[in-house]
């Protein structure tokens, strides 16, 4: 159910993504108490991307899932800002966060919806 994404302007060596997407999944499982099994993470390195003007580095990150606890955005935001910049060296005033709380009418799995 929950949807991880990460865009950033820098680069990131292949078999150090990989490692990030699985340290990724499982940080996001335990952050929403979800099972991981149910977890989806992406990591997109190098896309074109300018923040207040500047291309220095950069990250817009997504955060969607069913019954997502919006009343601990800002520990969420907290926390994902720790992990992308010390994962990555974002800094956390380089970072946008897009929190999705999502319909389980609405989002699809083995062809049918939640």
Same mark, same amino acid.
């Given at each position: ?18 490692? +990030?997407?699985? !340290? ?7 952050? @929403? /108490?979800? %099972? ?39 520990? +969420?935001?907290? !926390? ?7 994962? @990555? /060296?974002? %800094? ?23």
């Amino acid at each position: 159910m929950p949807y991880f994404s990460i865009e950033t302007n820098q680069p990131v060596d292949p078999a150090a993504n990989q490692q +990030l997407l699985e !340290k990724t999944s499982a940080f996001i499982a335990d952050l @929403l /108490g979800k %099972p991981e099994s149910y977890v989806m993470v992406s990591i997109q390195p190098e896309r074109p991307l300018i923040f207040g003007g500047s291309d220095e580095p950069a990250a817009f990150v997504r955060l969607k899932s069913i019954g997502l606890p919006t009343e601990r955005c800002p520990e +969420l935001s907290q !926390k994902i800002c720790n992990l992308v910049e010390l994962e @990555l /060296g974002i %800094p956390k005033d380089r970072i946008f966060i897009d929190f999705k709380d999502l319909e389980r009418n609405l989002f699809g799995w083995n062809g049918k919806t939640f």
